[in-house]
């Protein structure tokens, strides 16, 4: 075999090996005995989310014990978004609506969204959802539970993703298959460097005390991956962090269908290449075009070989991932090429600046 196989059989094993380590690693939310939930502020960014967002307030009014506010920030949405809010607050008074009064000069619209949302937020614990969130009625108490035990200041979760139009499994398993086959997630605790970071926007738990001193949505005004940059500004600054799974305590349903989830993926795929475009296309080469080197210069029983690597690792996230294991095999070439699709919109909208999403230009993005 050549060298470029040689190399290309090295890098598969080593993400095996990645992917293996975070499917026996804990990644999940241990349970913990019921009680109060300790002073928490549930904060959820909204811009155009009257089809989503009833039914996160509905989960939150069926936690055994209400959080001591729930704070909603409504940014200028056209649709029925504030009177739903209005709705759910006559009747629970702990949730309440705060009307967004048009976007600051060099702000992106859901960095500014959570930075007036803590600044209204009154409780010891903040957590940040995504309007498109589904959460269990033990998942606050042992998300916080977690954080005490730990002594961490910022926990994050990847939600299991709930993928139920047909068209979305040829995209949304794609984020996974990147985080878990890169990143040995357990890391990201462990190890001290900021670079070992990652993070999801979807869920993100502070203590009150670390936000206060830092002000991370707002040092990150402008960051189109506030999430990713703001685990590795609390790392730098010393602060312990830790990033897990969801299983069925917390759950998304993020795209509608595969149109929606390769709009939506193109405005952020970067991100998980450290918002470099140069880095995702030379991974995505070396996945696609140099497997095609693999299978014309390797011999057969190689080549098998190289197969079978292929099909543990999807066999691997997949499972860490609670997703079924048969669907991401059988929709792996399919899952690839859309990954190309995906790359190729982002890298044109950038260049274009007409990355779009809620109605409103993202800039920022680099390339």
């Known amino acids: 075999m050549g060298i470029i196989t040689w190399v290309i059989f090295v890098f598969t094993a080593v993400r095996l090996a990645v992917v293996f380590y975070n499917w026996i690693s804990p ?8 009680s109060d939930i300790p002073e928490l502020s549930i904060l959820i960014p909204a811009r155009n989310e009257e089809n ?4 996160l307030l509905e989960d939150i009014l069926s936690l055994p014990g209400i959080p001591c506010e729930v704070l909603v920030y409504d940014d200028l949405s056209t649709d029925n978004t504030a009177s739903i809010v209005l709705s759910f607050s006559r009747r629970n008074p702990a949730i309440r609506l ?3 009064r048009g976007l600051p000069s060099g702000w992106l619209g859901k960095n500014n969204a959570c930075h007036q949302l803590a600044r209204e937020a009154t409780g010891k614990y903040f957590l940040f959802l995504d309007a498109d969130v589904r959460i269990a009625p033990d998942f606050p108490l042992r998300a916080i539970r977690y954080m005490q035990r730990q002594r961490i200041a910022l926990l994050s979760l990847f939600p299991r993703q709930l993928i139920t139009h047909r068209g979305t499994w040829l995209t949304v398993p794609l984020m996974n298959w990147i985080l878990l086959t890169l990143l040995p997630v357990p890391l990201v605790q462990k190890l001290p460097q900021p670079s070992l970071a990652a993070a999801n926007g979807q ?5 009150v005390d670390s936000y206060r001193k830092l002000l991370p949505h707002q040092v990150m005004k402008e960051d189109t991956v506030e999430d990713i940059s703001i685990m590795r500004f609390y790392k730098s600054n010393g602060l312990p962090v830790s990033l897990l799974l969801g299983s069925d305590d917390i759950s998304c349903r993020m795209y509608a269908g595969l149109a929606d989830s390769v709009n939506g993926f193109s405005k952020n795929i970067f991100r998980f290449f450290g918002n470099s475009s140069l880095l995702a296309f030379f991974i995505c080469c070396f996945y696609n075009l140099f497997r095609c080197v693999a299978c014309y210069s390797c011999r057969v029983d190689c080549f098998f070989v190289y197969i079978i690597l292929i099909v543990w690792i999807r066999i ?8 079924p294991v048969w669907l991401n095999v059988l929709a792996g070439i399919p899952q690839q090429l859309f990954f190309w699709i995906i790359l190729v919109n982002a890298w044109i909208k950038i260049k274009q600046r007409t990355v779009r999403w809620k109605g409103r230009v993202v800039s920022g993005s680099s390339v």
Request: with cysteine.
């Open 27 to 34: 990644l999940y939310l241990p349970h913990t005995p019921e």
């Open 52 to 55: 989503s967002l009833p039914y």
């Open 98 to 100: 705060i009307q967004g």
């Open 203 to 207: 869920c993100m738990l502070f203590t």
């Open 316 to 323: 691997f996230f997949s499972a860490a991932s609670r997703q």
